[in-house]
Every structure is written in structure tokens, then in C-alpha cells.
């Protein structure tokens, strides 16, 4: 059963500080890897999506990468803006049969200026 | 312009009504999703529709109940409603298992 973990659950930095916030799943046997990002009480935003094939994922200061053999993908947030803050959720598409995002429990991050 | 849009984006209820959740999207995607998230902030699937075809029902109470009149809609319809249904229901909508979903702003239930 595909269970995803994301680390840490809470972040608090100041502006300009460069990021990592890390996502890791047990089943490797995955189709695609999705970043998002939740604004309080908003909906799901997405960020980057990385297919099983690929090794990471850019856009603007966002980079994500996806390490299918260990289990883990890394979303990299550079010079980060008080705008930054929000949840950002990683979540799985695994070939089980079913076609479903298995989602993380989320890092909630601030930045402050 | 809205790509996955739901109504209600807000609905308080009494116990033990029965109320219901829009969903439509303007993607041309052929599978719709009800994500559920819970009051810790966790995300679930409940149901997915390929083609107005069901395809997932994880195991949840026959209370809800999908409806899918064609591929650009999938409505969330819930009977009987219960305190622990207080939640924040997503649709998404994506096309197919390589490509990634895209999900609506939320309806946020609360049944008191």
C-alpha cells in the first residue's frame, strides 16, 4: 500500500532564505509525482508535475526533483517571498490498477519579511 | 475561464439533511474526481469517473452518491447528513494516470 510522508510538517523562515522541502513514498512503482500548493482556505494549486521517467522539474524559482529508486522527490523553493507561505502537498499517482493522487500530509510553510 | 469550478463554495447544514455538491469542467478531461480533506488537513480520494463511468469507490458510506450525466460534469450528492461529514470536498479533473489533475477551489461542508 502506497503511503507518502512529507518532512517537515512545519516550516517558519525569513524572506530570502533558499528551501527544501522534502516528500517520500514506499511503493517506487509510481506513475507521476505532483507538487501542489494549498492558500489557506483555498483550493489546490499545482506546482510541478514530474513523470516517472524524468529526474526533476523546473519553474521559475520552483525545482523539483524525483528519486523513484529511493522513494523520494524534493521540491527546492530559491529566495523565497512572504507570498511563498501557504501548504504545499506532494502527492503520488501510483499504477495500482486505479488511477488516484495519493497525497502527503503536507508542509505548512511561512515566510516571514 | 475557471477550469474545474464546484458550487457551493460554502453550505452549513443540520444533521440529517440531504444536500448536494456541482462539479464541472471545461478541460475536455475524461476522468473527474471527489477528493475529501479532512479536518487535519489530510486529502483522500473518494470516487472517480472516467467517461461517466465509475471507476473508484474507496470505501465510502452509500450515504454518498456520484453522479456523473456526462464527462465534463460529476456531481457529489450526500444523504442523511452526519456531524463527521464536516469536511472540505474537492473535485479535480485530469486526463489520464500520466498527466496531472486539476482541482477546483472546494466546497467547505459543515454540518452542525
Known amino acids: 500500500k502506497q503511503e507518502v510522508t512529507q518532512i517537515p510538517a512545519a516550516l517558519s523562515v525569513p524572506e530570502g532564505e533558499n528551501l527544501v522541502l522534502n516528500c517520500s513514498f514506499t511503493?517506487?512503482?509510481?506513475?507521476?509525482l505532483q507538487w501542489f500548493r494549498q492558500d489557506p482556505g483555498k483550493g489546490l494549486t499545482s506546482l510541478l508535475l514530474?513523470?516517472?521517467?524524468?529526474r526533476e522539474q523546473t519553474s521559475g524559482r520552483l525545482n523539483a526533483s524525483l528519486d523513484k529508486s529511493s522513494g523520494r522527490s524534493t521540491l527546492y523553493i530559491a529566495a523565497s517571498q512572504p507570498g511563498d507561505s501557504a501548504t504545499y502537498l506532494c502527492a503520488v499517482n501510483s499504477p495500482s490498477g486505479t488511477d488516484k493522487l495519493i497525497f502527503g500530509t503536507g508542509t505548512r510553510l511561512q515566510v516571514f519579511p | 475561464d475557471t477550469a474545474v469550478s464546484q458550487t457551493p463554495k460554502y453550505l452549513v447544514t443540520q444533521m440529517g439533511n440531504d444536500k448536494s455538491i456541482k462539479c464541472e469542467q471545461n478541460l475536455g478531461h475524461d476522468t473527474m474526481y471527489w477528493y475529501k480533506q479532512d479536518s487535519k488537513k489530510f486529502l483522500k480520494i473518494m470516487f472517480s469517473y472516467n467517461n461517466k463511468e465509475l471507476i473508484i469507490n474507496e470505501t465510502v458510506p452509500n450515504r454518498f452518491s456520484p453522479k456523473s450525466p456526462d464527462k465534463a460534469h460529476l456531481n457529489l450528492h450526500i444523504n442523511s447528513l452526519e456531524l463527521g461529514d464536516s469536511a472540505v470536498y474537492f473535485c479535480?479533473?485530469?486526463?489520464?494516470?500520466?498527466?496531472?489533475?486539476?482541482f477546483g477551489s472546494g466546497t467547505r461542508l459543515t454540518v452542525v
Open positions: 479535480a479533473s485530469g486526463p489520464g494516470s500520466f498527466y496531472g489533475c486539476t
Open positions: 511503493d517506487s512503482a509510481i506513475y507521476n
Open positions: 514530474i513523470q516517472s521517467s524524468q
